[in-house]
């Protein structure tokens, strides 16, 4: 399993597809969204600059972590992951490594985002910025969850407009280009983004963390894994 795992990350890193779109793409849209808006407060104590850092952290992470569900129908597409089921690996272990693989790769998204953020002026203190790595990247396991179950969801070929769908959809409920408050904000805010950007907003402004909305956000990764197992077993029962 962690021989495939690193197989997949080092696959997914020389992927110019996932560069663009996973780094140089929510990068560009923080440099651009934030400059937008100034020095303008969006929401109570937090500005443009440290609103667009988190949002455009989770944007592409979100993003590097569905385009698994790409990556898994061109393998069953091709029969790859037929053979795979030929050796001794666990079907266990296959899910668990591409979440595993899927999570790592959404490192450098965040790390990208946070290092230009830095440079155009937002101040945190040493802890803060750690902590706020470490919780955005633990929470895009939940997105690679749902990113694995999407690639068994759907015939290879049908693949593509779910994952855009799931991922504008949800940027769309969670914040990510403008907060969104009143009864919708409400209701949104239970949505998984919403909750993961809610997170590192929390973490930034030293604010307590919120215990509902926490268990909720874990409640999505076992719904999603759970979902991502079942519906390999189903593919499976196929062949």
Known sequence: MKTLMRLEVLRILRNRRYLFFTIVYPVGLF???????????????????????????????VGAALNTA??????????????????????????????????????????AVFVLAA??????????????????????????ALGVAIGY????DGVQPIVMVFYIGMAF???TWFAITGTFGRI??????????????????????????????AGYLVVFVALASRLYQRDKQKI
């Open 153 to 156: 969801m759907a015939p290879p």
């Open 188 to 217: 949104a805010g239970w949505t998984p983004i919403a909750l993961y950007n809610e997170l590192g907003r929390t973490i930034e402004t030293g604010g307590s963390v919120n215990v509902g909305h926490m268990a909720a956000l």
């Open 31 to 61: 440099a651009i969204m934030s400059g937008s808006y100034g020095n303008h407060d969006l929401l109570p104590g937090i500005d443009a600059k440290t609103y667009f850092m988190v949002a455009m952290a989770t944007f592409g992470t």
């Open 119 to 144: 440079a155009q002026g937002v101040r945190l203190s040493a802890p803060t910025w750690i902590g706020l790595v470490l919780a955005l990247w633990i929470g895009a396991f939940v997105f690679s």
């Open 173 to 175: 409920l969670g914040g």
């Open 70 to 111: 790409m990556r898994i129908s061109t393998e069953r597409k091709a029969g790859w992951v037929r053979q795979l089921r030929l050796t001794s690996l666990p079907s266990w272990g296959y899910v668990a490594a591409k979440i595993g693989a899927a999570a790592a790769a959404t490192l450098p998204a965040i790390l």
